[in-house]
T-cell receptor
């Protein structure tokens, strides 16, 4: 167990709706990264937050947005859901010490878009 | 796009045998990490190897890195049924990780 928690565990939405996923980082960590993992694929980097600022973004459209709070927990928001958004969403926390740190992953949120 | 590519995509062995997975990547790196994922759940960090290291061990795991060939390998010795999982290599991407598609390992009793 990494100490990173995510909620909810599972979620079912319909196309066009909006969704908010939550992540609590491991104690002492100031950085949260979000990844999307489609079935049979590796995780794809969405964005990262460091001390409440977005600090890097992957190839995802603006309808994917996020927040990081003063306690370093984070939210991922997805607007105008599409069928292809169905995936496992993973958050990972870390402590910024260098270029890329070991990341500690939560159990994920399984999103199904109908 | 995914930088790392693991090979093979799937591997089936018996308990006690060794499992070897390979990873190739495209651009220069500072470090390379290996993660394990059980049944579509969260990823567990296994080992990190820096670009100036050639080999690293952790318990039953042995990782090698050849930066001239842009490749890495993960060896699991004396495998157990509990090692059944997907294994991913991840290269550093500024401040985040760039994962391959993974190798699915099945260890049968």
């Amino acid at each position: 167990e990494t100490g990173v928690t995510q909620s909810p565990t599972h979620l079912i939405k319909t196309r066009g709706q909006q969704v908010t996923l939550r992540c609590s980082s491991q104690s002492g960590h100031n950085t949260v990264s979000w990844y999307q993992q489609a079935l049979g694929q590796g995780p794809q980097f969405i964005f990262q937050y460091y001390r409440e600022e977005e600090n890097g973004r992957g190839n995802f459209p603006p309808r994917f947005s996020g927040l990081q709070f003063p306690n370093y927990s984070s939210e991922l928001n997805v607007n105008a859901l599409e069928l292809d958004d169905s995936a496992l969403f993973l958050c990972a926390s870390s402590t910024r010490t260098g270029r890329t740190d070991t990341q500690y992953f939560g159990p994920g949120t399984r999103l199904t878009v109908l | 796009s995914q930088q790392g590519e693991e090979d093979p995509q799937a591997l089936s062995i018996q308990e006690g045998e060794n499992a070897t997975m390979n990873c190739s990547y495209k651009t220069s790196i500072n470090n390379l990490q290996w993660y394990r994922q059980n049944s579509g759940r969260g990823l567990v960090h296994l080992i990190l190897i820096r670009s100036n290291e050639r080999e690293k061990h952790s318990g039953r795991l042995r990782v090698t890195l050849d930066t001239s060939k842009k490749s890495s390998s993960l060896l699991i010795t004396a495998s157990r049924a509990a090692d059944t999982a997907s294994y991913f290599c991840a290269t550093d991407y500024p401040y985040a990780l760039n994962f391959g598609k993974g190798t699915s390992l099945l260890v049968t009793p």
